[in-house]
């Protein structure tokens, strides 16, 4: 609970930007509740300084995932994000929407899951179709065969010359 109260005044600091030194936020193997997530999420709306942010292993499920998208869809600064080892699947989806919104994100990292949905890999080639900013995305092992052609799919976008050439 102390880590918790914590990380929400470090968050709310972010939100205010009264910590316009701070770039790089990483944050691992602590659980993140419903409450620090939305303070979190709060933060990124107005923060203008946070360029990378690491959530690793801090249990992130498919609804707190989709609270942080929702957020990511109104900065411009942050550039990296990663959100490895973590427990949703589907609600990578909202990340792909974000993608498709927001052209900040130039590397995202959602690897390290144990099987991600066939239905995450659709809605992010269709959002690499329109995103040209993200260079590096980095996705979790795939379910079955058919994710197998969505991520050549995915990694034939991510090589498109025009992409590179952004």
Known sequence: PEVQKGLMHLF???????????????????????QTIASLAEALKTNTALEKLTLDD?????????????????????????????KFGNGAIA?????QISMALTELDLSSHIVM????LDAMAGALQVNTSLQKL?????????AFRKLDE?????????RQAA
Do not use: Q
């Open 12 to 34: 709310c600091k972010l939100g205010d930007n009264t910590i316009p030194t701070l770039d790089t936020l990483r944050i691992t193997d602590i659980t993140l509740g419903d």
């Open 58 to 86: 801090c249990e992130l499920d498919d609804s707190r995932v989709v609270v942080l998208a929702t957020a990511l869809e109104c900065n411009s600064t942050l550039s990296t994000l990663w959100m490895r080892y973590n």
């Open 95 to 99: 990340l792909a929407h974000t993608l």
């Open 117 to 120: 949905p066939v239905a995450v």
């Open 138 to 146: 980095r996705l979790g092992a795939p379910d079955g065969f058919g």
């Open 154 to 162: 995915i990694d034939a976008l991510l090589r498109d010359p025009v």
